[in-house]
């Protein structure tokens, strides 16, 4: 990796300092320091080289370029010429003039390669090209190989996994160290590992473990993972440890290099074996070697173009016909259009199994992270390491022992001795890696860190804490509306403190407009005696509410007043007063599946310019009321977590999620007005497409029986804001469509800078493109619809002009779309939406600029 700098460790006797900086002035009187330093790229294409070498007379060290074809070494003595050689490239001689050695850009011309042998070339190398190239004809046999080379091949494999994660502070200063907000927790910085990469300081702040035996039986397949040990750092109750480490393992995951794509940061790679690597990649025969009897290929491999989502490196081929990977060496380019990493590096080594193929034996990620891409600031430093022994291949288990559940966890895997993992780490635990274990429990107990995460829990999740409860959310302090007017909230809700069985949650609210008092109380018993809020969700919750509300809208009262959302464009005078009262009972299973069942009363009265008015004779109607129980199932297959103290927030994975929902309305139970079915789907997928980037693809359906006024239809989620929401229709105005039937299909497709990396200014600022559309086609059935059927309500329509202002979407769908730009000043995205249907409608706008704020990597 490219890592500058060193950082200077000031011991706190001051003789001791003075001693040093004696020695080192006498040394540099006594003998001349000269630092050479530079870059070596390909003359051809401008890439960095890798691990070129750099000869220097009378020096006996190793001198070799960095991932970025970098070097730095400081001599002590001088010469007069440098050599730099790598198979595969012609020999380079530099002059040196001292003085005028630093900042050396040194270019080496490629020689002609073949499978077999490597041929020195005096001529320069031809226009790249993938015809006749037997490099790309080796890598085409790699990809051909592949699935017999991968442990899926085996009808039954089975091996002992260790993975080891860690987190460090790298780049740090003693004046950070020592500044006033951080000058409590010095012990941290002081356990410094300067082992792990030459001429860096780290800080470990994270570290897990965990140690399991794995068993993969092909058909029918089935994995089964047994943990014996997991440990962590715990950083105590404001921080969700179990969140972090999935979000971590989101970052750094698994590394299959014969998988089409590799997951990582959040982002998907193309691996250098996909199907379409021929077509993406430049590949270089390097070298031939023979290790343990076998020939193998030193094949290099670099990005087309530097700014995509893909990796250089080397890899190395076998040439026994299986064309397995025997080794691997790959990193990302410092062009590429990924956020807040400064550099990624991925090692892998296989061994041999006793039937002559290889398997992975050791994979390492690393990676540096930090606001700034130029390496001087100060950043985040993560590392996973994951290893594999006692591979057994093709031993057969009995059918009973791969039933039940994928993973299964020793119930005291989370509280092994040191011994434990003494005895069965695969590797040893630097100095500053085993010490942090008890430096993040000393800082847990620190009142100033508990002082400084209240504060920080505060400003970015919105409550504040005193032990037993905590008030909040912050944002919803203050809002405004045409209703209400101005308007004022407070509340709060207990913690597990109090009791991690029962929950209270309570606010209270008043509008300075229309005076009057809304609120919330709801208890929620846990069943399971797990947070509300961890998964797998088990519990009852009653609740009852008074609360204002735009008719569609659907937002959760915790969203439903907050502040940013108080600003809105158009027309907003269409609101409801809403009563409620719920008995709600959730049940999320291991396997993610979840169900929920509860009922509801509901009574809505119409606020602002909304009017219920019969069809039939134009009679004001004053509210509805509806009682109705409801059931729904959900499958989110391998979904993960990280919780807040508001919400969690679910990590989006490949797999889809299935919810189908199931309302019934009981007409006069507790006065409930109607009688009614309403089914509800909704499937939501990413769709990963290699190097085209990803789609977010939403369909929904809904169906209505019975005969029902109009605020008991769909009337679908719009958005009249100047953010751009993804659940809803950017152009559609608040009540503008219902519909008793239904489909939707929403598609909101990433390119990931597939387009905007070929166009200079756009490629400098890291912009990515977006397209969306959102559809919905639906329509009302006579029955329902006023026009036809007297005896339901008039749809809403302008209070001066008469003209209407809802609609039925019979015939027709609704169209909308737009272009958009993502990562501007990387947490940034503006779309153009257009409207390119119903335009006649009044009040509406037909285009407009839209704007959300995305954290991405």
Known sequence: MNYSGELLVIRRKWWLTVLFFIGMLQGFAQTPQVVLSGTVKDASNGNPINNASIYVPGYKGVISTDSSGAFRVTIDHYFKQITIALVGYKRQIVNITQGKESGLDISLYSTENDLNNVTVSTKKRAKYRNKDNPAVELIRKVVANKDKNRPEHYDYVQYEKYEKL???LS??????????????????????????????????????????????RKNPYKKKVFVKGDQKVNYGEFIDNNGVSTYLNRLYQDIDIYDNSIS???NQFVSPISNAAPDLYMFFIRDTVELEGKKLVKLYFTPRNTNDLLFRGTMWITLDGNYAVQKLEMFTSKNINLNFVREMKIEQSFEKNPDGRFHLSKSDVMAEAGLSRNGKTNGIYGERSVSFKDYVIDSAKDDKFYEGASEVVAENSAAQTDSFWQEHRHDTLSRAEAKVYHNIDSLRNMTSYKRMMDIANLLFVGYKSFGKFEIGPANAFYSF???EGFRL???????????????????????FKDKKWKGYLGVTYSINNKSIYEFPLNYIRASVQRETSIPGQNLAFVQ???????????????????DYYKLDYVHELANHLSYTFGFKYWKQTPAGQIQYIKASDGQNVDNITTSEVNASIRWAPHEQFYNNKVYRLPIINKYPILTFMYSRGIKGLFNGE??????????DKRAYMSWLGYSDLVITGSYLTGQLPYPLLDIHHANQTYAYQLDSYNMMNFLEFVNDHYVALSIDHHFNGLLFNRIPLFRKLKWREVLEA???????????DPSKNANVYKYPSDPVTGAPTTFTMNGRPYIEGGIGITNIFRVIRVDLVKRFTYLENPDIATWGIRVRYKFDF
Not at 677 to 683: A, E, P, S, V, Y
């Open 166 to 168: 860690q987190v460090s």
């Open 171 to 216: 780049r740090f200063s003693e004046k950070m160290a020592n500044s006033k907000l951080l000058r409590n927790y010095h012990f941290l910085f002081e356990n410094v590992d300067t082992t792990k990469i030459e001429g860096k300081s780290l800080v470990p702040v994270y570290l897990e473990e965990k140690i399991s035996d794995e068993y993969y």
């Open 264 to 266: 990582l940061f959040t």
């Open 481 to 483: 509306n045409p209703v």
């Open 489 to 511: 909230r407070f509340g709060g809700r207990t913690t597990p403190l109090l009791s991690k069985r029962i929950y209270f949650e309570t606010y209270g609210a008043y509008g």
């Open 560 to 578: 439903e007043d907050n502040f940013l959302l108080s600003f809105k464009r158009g027309n907003n005078d269409k609101w409801l007063y809403n």
């Open 674 to 683: 109607y009688s009614y079915n309403r089914f509800d789907l909704r499937i």
């Open 774 to 784: 959102k559809v919905i086609y639906g329509g009302v059935r006579d029955e329902n």
